[in-house]
């Protein structure tokens, strides 16, 4: 299972949907649920545990990282056999100070889009790592898969789309987490501009880029402007 606390409702993680579109075999038996900070944490922890899910994944981030550790708590309390796996900004730097980490079995730190999945199936598999926090590898752009698919027609008609063209940032300004990814990089322009056109037929008309450095390659800004023209 895969799960947020969103900052509101309007919200619907991009992050989330990288996770599902990359699962791999697991996909058809992983289910993506989203919540917001408002909810009470003892209602949706009923809510995650009445689907009986060996697995849960958490996205953390500086908005629900409070309300998180509320909810953990309930958690693990009334369901510690559940293996619990964060990830996400608010935990991939300074992990070991970081109060929440005795709340879970694993933390991935850096992008999960694959890490994820090999995870679970190490623990399905009863292989389970030994280490509690997982330095996730460098995946090549080419091999993490696209997650617009998985924006349902609810999502289309009452939230808003988030879409990223590249990551990271190769700037290191003291007061940005993001320096202290050193890595910045692009995903393949036509695929993605294929991914937007499909958006937009299915009614998408307005897209919240989250990407660090919008314009670091200037041709690729302009070919994704002209998308929006044309």
Not at 70 to 87: A, D, N
């Amino acid at each position: 299972m895969l799960t947020t606390l969103n900052a509101r409702y309007s919200h619907a993680s991009l992050g989330l949907r990288y996770l599902l579109a990359n699962m791999g075999d697991l996909t058809s038996t992983t289910r993506l649920l989203e919540y917001s900070i408002n909810s009470r944490s003892i209602d949706v922890a009923e809510s995650l545990l009445s689907y009986d899910a060996k697995i849960i994944g958490f996205s953390l981030y500086i908005w629900n990282i409070t309300e998180t550790i509320r909810l953990l708590s309930i958690i693990k309390t009334v369901s510690p056999e559940t293996v619990v796996v964060v990830g996400g900004p608010e935990i991939s730097h300074e992990v070991e100070n970081n109060k929440i980490s005795s709340l879970v079995d694993y933390i991935i730190c850096g992008n999960a889009d694959v890490a994820f999945a090999n995870l679970c199936q190490l623990i399905i598999a009863k292989n389970s790592p030994q280490e509690k926090i997982i330095q996730a590898p460098f995946v090549h752009p080419k091999d993490i898969q696209f997650p617009y698919q998985y924006y349902n027609d609810e999502d289309i008609a009452n939230r808003l789309i988030y879409v990223e063209a590249s990551r990271g940032c190769p700037y290191q300004c003291e007061f940005c987490l993001s320096s202290l990814d050193k890595t910045s990089w692009s995903f393949d322009i036509d695929l993605f501009l294929q991914e937007l056109q499909r958006l937009f037929q299915r009614g998408v008309r307005q897209f919240k880029f989250v990407d660090r450095t919008f314009n670091l390659k200037i041709k690729t800004s302009l070919r994704i402007l002209e998308f929006f023209l044309d």
